[in-house]
C-alpha cells in the first residue's frame, strides 16, 4: 500500500513512530525535492547531495523525539539550516567554503537559466550576506514562500518582511555588481 500526499505530515509521522517505514518514505519523497532546492541554494554543486543526505539522516535519527511544538516543515527547514552551517564548520579553512572550483564548475550543466559562472557568481554573493538577509532571500527564491508566509515564518508583520527583503535584495546586488 502506498501512501498518498494528502495524508497530514502529523499522521505520517505518527505511523513512522509506530514503526510504519512507509510512512518515512513518503516523507522522504514529498520534502526532498524542498530540502534539495534550499541545499542547492548554500552549498557548493559537488556537496549538495551529500548534505540533503545528511539533513535525511538527521531527520531519521531525530524524528522519534519530534514533538509536534511547530510544523514539521519548520523542523525541517531548521535542521537543514543546521546541517548546512555544520558542513561548513567542518570545512578545513585552506578551502573557500563558498566557492566550487572552476575546473569542476565548467562540467556542470547550466540549471534554472543560469550558466555555472552566474551560479558560482550568485553563491559567493549569498555568501556574503548576513545570516538574516540571506534567510529571507532562500525563503523567497529556494522556498517560493509569499511573503506572508515568510513574515509567519520569521515571526514578523508583513511590512517589516518586506521591508527586510528589499534591504537584503540591495545587498545582494551590491555583492553581485563586481560580477555585472
Known sequence: ?????????????????????????????????????????????????DVTQEVFIGVLKSLQSFRGDSQFSTWLRTLTNYKVAEFYRKRTRKQDPREAPLVEAELLPAEDGLHVEDRVALNKALAELTDKYREVIVLRFADGMSFEEMAQTLGSNLEATKSLFRRALAALRKNLEPNL
Not at 501512501?3 to 499522521?11: A, K, L
Not at 519523497?29 to 542547492?40: A, E, I
Open 1 to 49: 500500500m502506498t501512501i498518498r500526499s494528502v495524508v497530514s505530515d502529523e499522521h505520517l509521522i505518527q505511523r513512522y513512530k509506530q514503526g510504519d517505514l512507509e510512512a518515512f518514505e513518503a516523507l522522504y519523497q514529498k520534502y526532498l525535492p524542498v530540502v534539495y532546492k534550499r541545499v542547492r541554494f548554500v552549498v557548493p554543486e559537488r556537496d549538495i547531495e
